[in-house]
């Protein structure tokens, strides 16, 4: 497919290996020229034109615009050739330029979601970004791109070694931009490590060219695959995939249709795998039968960090085969088990497993749907004792007394407001005198353990909890410092 620019040659010479003339005018005069190479393939993009001597800088008239724009003064935005060649690939493929693009294209970031960009204006998007140094994440979830969408965005990647991460997502790919995303992540080319390819409508048939990419890459370390529909079939293929992968870091396979037969071919790929420390594996089937495997993963696993099932059909009798890879797994951190049908029984198990393993680094449990007594709450506490880091979310506790209720809800910074009082120092002072360097921050983990193992104002797990959450920045870090902006 070749395309011819308009008369008026005010756009640079380019071609699409993804190759745009850096060297050629209204681009960067440091870059060297690359030389042309003819193409002939319907699939390849081609602009021509022939490169002027000099390029100038024409301010257009407002009412002549074809843009969204609002420029009063054209000299502030074009400093750069990479702005105007945008707009010169906007009008080659007949769209109306972003301003939000032009605004921010010499950003790190670059936000594109729900732009209704479609398979052009991701064309345009994609020629402007081929020489670009400065944008390191960008996201275009739902533009409908397609598959010819997303071949512009490829060829771009083989020349722009700057970008790193990349948000696809509900895009429409199919099978077609399965394999075009496959064949080019296959060859090690690229400098992404972030991809999310969410709700793509990949079903059993684009797990096999997706996971032949996958078996050899080792760039990408992050990758969501969530929403779409894999099935079993996908399971069986992204398991031997697992099980060779020496790259992912982090892989989210949360709603993809997965049962027993797909869930214990990925656990099957889990064990030997080395590499791999968060796992999403939410809103499947997994069932009791694949709490088995499950199970087995954690025994044998030794790099699993974070592990999500929720809503997965897992019962009592999973729970128990679980607890059983729990008994001796080192690694596991956070272990997810919300909207799944396991009783206070069920949690019993959960909790003594971690008690009976004392190299056990847990630190959340997850069962927040699940209604627990006084009995479990003293069982509990002796968990607590044993490993003062873990954090066990239910939903509530039946039949506590009215005296039990008010000492669990007391306000946690209430009682330290009261102890800061009477020894006359500030609140402030309680907590830097918690932390070994004496600075305003801690990492939520070791204030957390620090804040159970105290004495000064003796604190349950759920107050514990509270003062977290008044603290914390959302960066894996409490900080002190947020206590000059509360109220008394």
Known sequence: MHIQFPSKPTLPRA?????????????PPHET???LVPQSSDKTLYCE?????????VKPARENSETDLEIEDNEKFFTTGQKELYLEACKLVGVVPVSYFIRNMEESYVNLNHHGLGPRGTKAIAIALVSNTAVTKLELEDNCIMEEGVLSLVEML???YYLQEMNISNNHLGLEGARIISDFFERNSSSIWNLELSGNDFKEESAAPLCQALSTNYRIKKLDLSHNQFSDIGGEQLGQMLAINVGLTSLDLSWNNFHTRGAVALCNGLRGNVTLTKLDLSMNGLGNEGAVALGEVLRLNSCLVYLDVSGNDIGNEGASKISKGLESNESLRVLKLFLNPISMDGAIL??????KNPKSRMEELDISNVLVSEQFMKTLDGVYAVHPQLDVVFKAVQGLSAKKTIFLLTNPMKLIQNYADQHKITVMDFFKSLNPTGTMKMSVDEFQKVMIEQTKVPL????????????????GMVNFSF??????
């Not at 206590?483 to 008394?488: A, E, Q, R, V």
């Open 483 to 488: 206590l000059n902006t509360m109220k008394p």
């Open 33 to 35: 020229e690359t030389e």
């Open 158 to 160: 083989q020349e722009n």
């Open 15 to 27: 071609c699409w290996e993804g190759r745009i003339t850096a060297g050629s005018p209204g681009m």
């Open 350 to 355: 959960l909790i003594l497993a971690i008690k």
């Open 49 to 57: 034109a022939e490169p002027p001597p000099t390029v100038e800088k």
């Open 460 to 475: 349950n797990q759920y107050q514990v909890r509270e003062v977290i959450k008044k603290l914390d920045e959302k960066t």
